[in-house]
T-cell receptor, first 116, second 114 residues
Framework: DQQVKQNSPSLSVQEGRISILNCDYT??????FLWYKKYPAEGPTFLISISSIKDKNEDGRFTVFLNKSAKHLSLHIVPSQPGDSAVYFC???????????????FGQGTRLTINP | KAGVTQTPRYLIKTRGQQVTLSCSPI?????VSWYQQTPGQGLQFLFEYFSETQRNKGNFPGRFSGRQFSNSRSEMNVSTLELGDSALYLC?????????????FGSGTRLTVV
């Protein structure tokens, strides 16, 4: 059961244009969403996050939008730069258990390529 | 400050053997989580430790186990290795202040089972 889905395995964008990466989820209990960027042979690097009580969060060139009714979030990168070429993972978390422990549920990732 | 350190970076084992991977979290971080990354399944949650106690466990067989020491360092162990255990194993640490959801990942241990 894939609770977090990234339906586009790859995306190619021209340098300077906007990159939009999409993510859908099924579990309405998720209360926090994150985007990670990953280069080969390295661990994921945190990019930006959003709480389920918000619908937008912005950090420099990165903006994450959350549409709870559609159970959809997206990451916008403007303008796209060659260094943005990497695999992007969206992740969702839910607290559970007495101690409020949590885990991250990841999507399958989208490989973004920025063309010069 | 130093990041999350995982050792070794690469490991080759044969089927049936067992392996232990190590993770040193960022100083002050009390929560350590482990994830498995494979091309087919993506990033899958293995387990999470906090103050030497396992709080969560993912949907993995009992061959996968872990522990956390009093200094927050963590180890995971895989016994009776199978070819399908070949993967990148990632460790992530978090300060777990209750409001801080920040997970910092290490570079991972690439395990190859032959």
């Amino acid at each position: 059961d894939q609770q977090v889905k990234q339906n586009s395995p790859s995306l190619s964008v021209q340098e300077g244009r906007i990159s939009i990466l999409n993510c859908d989820y099924t579990n309405s209990m998720f209360d926090y969403f994150l985007w990670y960027k990953k280069y080969p042979a390295e661990g994921p690097t945190f990019l930006i996050s959003i709480s389920s009580i918000k619908d937008k969060n912005e950090d420099g060139r990165f903006t994450v939008f959350l549409n709870k009714s559609a159970k959809h979030l997206s990451l916008h990168i403007v303008p796209s730069q060659p260094g943005d070429s990497a695999v992007y993972f969206c992740a969702a978390s839910v607290r559970f258990g007495i101690q409020g422990a949590q885990k991250l549920v990841f999507g399958q990732g989208t490989r973004l390529t920025i063309n010069p | 400050k130093a990041g999350v350190t995982q050792t070794p970076r690469y490991l080759i084992k044969t089927r049936g053997q067992q392996v232990t991977l190590s993770c040193s979290p960022i100083s002050g971080h009390r929560s350590v989580s482990w994830y498995q990354q494979t091309p087919g399944q993506g990033l899958q949650f293995l387990f999470e430790y906090f103050s030497e106690t396992q709080r969560n466990k993912g949907n993995f067989p009992g061959r996968f186990s872990g522990r956390q020491f009093s200094n927050s360092r963590s180890e995971m162990n895989v016994s009776t290795l199978e070819l399908g255990d070949s993967a990148l194993y990632l460790c992530a640490s978090s300060p777990w202040t209750g409001n801080d959801y920040g997970y910092t990942f290490g570079s991972g241990t690439r395990l190859t089972v032959v």
